[in-house]
C-alpha cells in the first residue's frame, strides 16, 4: 500500500502530532504534580508496570538515559520506597528493580487522570469518529513499529 502524501500534508501531520504530545505532557506535568514523583520517574515507573521488573541495563534502555543517571533515579525512587531493588530469582547476580505498592498506586491514580482528560477531549467527538481516531493511531502506531526495527 502506497499513498502519495504531499510534503505539506507531512508537515501538517507532524505539526499535530507535536502539538498533541506537548499537551499531553503539559497536561501529564500538571497531575505529577499533586505526588511526590518527577516525570522521569513517573515514566520509569510506567515502564515497570507495564514490563515487570527490569535490570537498570533494560530500563536504561527503555527510558532513553544513561545507565549512571538511571542507577541515580532508581536510587532516589528506593529512598521513596516507590521501589526496590531484588536479587533475581533465577541468577543471584542480577538484580532487578521491582515496583512497590505505593509506586503502583501513583501510576494507576495518574493514568486514570490522564484518561479522565483525554475523556473530556472526547467528549466533542462522535462515537464513530472516535472509533477511527482509535483505529487510525492504531495503525500509525504500528506502522511506526516497523520503521523503527528496521
Not at 507531512?10 to 504530545?21: A, G, N, P, T
Not at 515502564?47 to 536510587?75: C, P, Q, R, Y
Not at 462522535?126 to 500509525?140: K, Q, V, Y
Request: proline share 1%; charged share 35%; aromatic share 6%.
Amino acid at each position: 500500500m502506497e499513498n502519495d502524501f504531499s510534503a505539506s500534508e507531512i508537515v501538517d501531520l507532524e505539526k499535530k502530532l507535536r502539538y498533541i504530545s506537548g499537551i499531553i505532557k503539559q497536561n501529564g506535568r500538571k497531575i505529577l504534580n499533586n505526588y511526590p514523583i518527577t516525570s522521569p520517574q513517573f515514566v520509569a515507573l510506567q515502564w515497570l508496570v507495564e514490563e515487570g521488573d527490569l535490570t537498570i541495563g533494560e530500563l536504561s534502555n527503555k527510558i532513553s538515559l544513561a545507565f549512571s543517571t538511571t542507577t541515580d533515579l532508581v536510587d532516589r525512587m528506593e529512598k521513596n520506597d516507590l521501589v526496590e531493588r531484588v536479587k533475581d530469582t533465577r541468577d543471584r547476580r542480577v538484580v532487578r528493580i521491582h515496583v512497590l505498592e505505593k509506586g503502583s498506586t501513583i501510576i494507576q491514580e495518574v493514568i486514570e487522570k490522564r484518561q479522565d482528560f483525554l475523556g473530556a477531549v472526547l467528549e466533542g467527538f462522535t462515537e464513530e469518529e472516535a472509533g477511527s481516531l482509535n483505529e487510525l493511531l492504531g495503525l500509525l502506531y504500528k506502522e511506526m513499529e516497523k520503521i523503527q526495527k528496521k
